[in-house]
């Protein structure tokens, strides 16, 4: 993934603005630190800050097309990039190996649809100057796995800012707004447009299909499988928890058959990465003696990846805290205390020359796997929950995931949110999902990968190859990131804050912060230094506070040990 930045139809002189624009693009540099590329354009200008995975030597952005009438800036991976090349009806010319330049060639010829078309996590802003008028066409991947805003200018509505990141925005714009994730704005109307439309989208259509494990097993295989797709050092991010666990397993068997296989050209998948680099490297984080590096641990030598084992102190933590808020660009609770410890992994995965990781996000939205989940009043409101919690992970783990590794030129790549694995899980009937006290959370999709279970449909061959994971650890309960990490991160955040924010200032938080009111003194802190960076009242619409179903009799505390059920609750 990349930076990207772009001012379309800007209302003053675009030469002089054109240092301006660099500037701000290059407060995008820690997401793309090979090479940056700019492009002025008519009253148009478009910048991109590279971090190069796939066509390293040719991949500079932005991308054109042969007249340079289409001007093209991408922060992405587009898995099917291949089978998109083969489908173009028009002979084309590559003038790159980047997967992401077949967004151009096929805009060219389809328009607007290439959107529906991708297979990928992305965020594009596209440059048609082929009529008299230029055109823009932007677009955000379906979840909202990549980070995307714009921004306007009220006294100038005519123009339109693009940004990966709110910190490009915020001095320039005094309205800024998160782009939706599987939409796509286009200059010609002014409005978003959506392209993403599964049936499974809407809350109150309550899914019915009897759960099928061996199609939960494969869909979720083949989604690892075309995320091998790279040129560069890979690895996994491994918490020893289920969904980190499975993604690794997964990912070292398909790297082992890619790598022992013969080369296809005819094949979809970019498997690349697998054939570069078949061993792989596992990455856990933890306070010295934390639950998840102790299953991490087991799971790699279970594995036999190549494990590094990295641990942070609380100060480090509460050292870097202000340095998250400011690369996340948020004062959510939960995703700062899960957000920390990920920046500070990512910091030293990247230091190891790695620069891609698969990680679990997604799962607990998908299969309802957090611990609140198992006091859903009923079936149909649990899968309402799971998928108003999947519309909503681009406020929250997406934007950890992508901006927490990002902050240091790390990509994340998450297998869970494949269009078409989502397309089977989501269409499960919940009765199938839900958990119980006598039914662990997530059961389904430990049952799809438990070879002592007789319905999950192993083939013989497949039960040769032994199991994906040690049993104890394909059924351990929910740890939330930010309590495996070590159960006294959290109490350390909240004792910390306690020290830092009076009775006082407390006591008039209402006055200090009327807008969306924090109210714990870890809130109070997190929100008084997100505006140390962002002062500008534009920037708290995109900001989104997760919290758990209250409304379900269970604790307004994020924390997994917050709810009843966990078995270390406080």
């Excluded at 297998?415 to 997530?442: G, T, W």
Aim: proline content about 5%; aromatic content about 10%.
């Amino acid at each position: 993934m990349c930076g990207i930045f772009g001012v379309y139809n800007y209302y003053g002189d675009v030469g002089e603005f054109r240092q301006r624009a660099l500037d701000l693009s290059k407060k995008l540099r820690h997401r793309g630190p090979d090479w940056s590329g700019c492009i002025v354009a008519d009253n148009n200008i478009v910048c991109h800050e590279r971090l190069a995975i796939v066509g390293v030597d040719t991949g500079a952005q932005p991308l054109t097309n042969a007249d340079e009438s289409i001007v093209l800036t991408v922060n992405g991976e587009i898995y099917n990039h291949k089978k998109l090349e083969a489908e173009l009806k028009q002979p084309t010319s590559f003038k790159t190996h980047s997967d992401c330049e077949v967004i151009l060639h096929m805009y060219s010829e389809i328009g607007t649809d290439v959107c529906a078309k991708l297979d990928g996590m992305f965020s594009w802003a596209l440059l048609d100057r082929r009529s008299t008028k230029s055109r823009l066409v932007a677009a955000r991947d379906p979840i909202g796995i990549t980070t995307l805003y714009i921004g306007r200018v009220s006294a100038h509505p005519e123009t339109v800012f693009i940004a990966s990141e709110l910190k490009s925005l915020n001095e320039e714009c005094d309205q800024i707004d998160e782009f939706p994730p599987g939409h796509y704005f286009d200059s010609e109307d002014g409005q978003f447009h959506q392209y993403f439309k599964p049936d499974w989208w809407t809350p109150e259509r309550i899914a019915t299909a009897p759960v099928d494990y061996r199609q939960l097993r494969e869909t979720l295989t083949a989604a690892v499988r075309k995320r091998l797709m790279a040129e560069v050092p890979y690895g996994v991010l491994l918490s020893g928890g289920l969904d980190s666990s499975l993604i690794s397993s997964i990912a070292v068997r398909e790297a082992a058959r890619i790598s022992a296989s013969a080369q296809s050209d005819t094949e979809d998948v970019d498997t690349r990465g697998a054939r570069y680099f078949p061993r792989m490297h596992s990455f856990s984080i933890g306070l010295p003696g934390a639950p998840d590096l102790i299953a991490a641990r087991k799971v790699a030598k279970f594995l036999r990846t190549a494990h590094h084992e990295l641990t942070y102190t609380v100060q480090e933590g509460l050292d870097a805290v202000a340095d998250v808020i400011y690369h996340l660009e948020t004062y959510d609770v939960t995703t700062i205390r899960a957000s920390t410890p990920m920046y500070l992994m990512s910091r030293k995965i990247k230091s190891t020359g790695v620069k891609m990781v698969l990680s679990g996000e997604g799962a607990d939205e998908v299969f309802g796997g957090y611990l609140y989940f198992h006091y859903a009043p009923n079936a149909d409101d649990f899968h309402k929950e799971t998928v108003n919690r999947v519309h909503n992970l681009h406020t929250s783990d997406c934007l950890r995931a992508n901006k927490s590794t990002m902050a240091w030129g790390l990509e994340a790549r998450v297998p869970f949110l494949d269009k078409e694995f989502l397309q089977v899980a989501m269409n499960v009937r919940p009765e199938d999902k839900q958990c119980s006290k006598d039914l662990i959370e997530k059961a389904i999709i430990r049952r799809a990968f438990d070879v002592e279970f007789a319905g999950a449909g192993f083939t013989p061959e497949e039960l040769a190859k032994g199991p994906y994971l040690p049993h104890d650890v394909l059924w351990r309960q929910k740890e939330q990131f930010s309590d495996g990490v070590g159960y006294s991160w959290i109490d350390s955040l909240k004792e910390w804050a306690e020290r830092r924010v009076s009775d006082e200032a407390m006591a008039a938080v209402h006055e200090r912060f009327p807008y969306d009111t924090p109210s714990t003194k870890e809130a109070y802190l997190y929100r008084e230094l997100f505006e140390q960076h962002f002062p500008q009242k534009a920037c708290l619409k995109s900001v989104v506070r997760w919290v758990p179903r209250t409304d379900w009799g269970c604790s307004a505390d994020p924390s997994g040990r917050a709810q009843k059920i966990h078995d270390k609750a406080y």
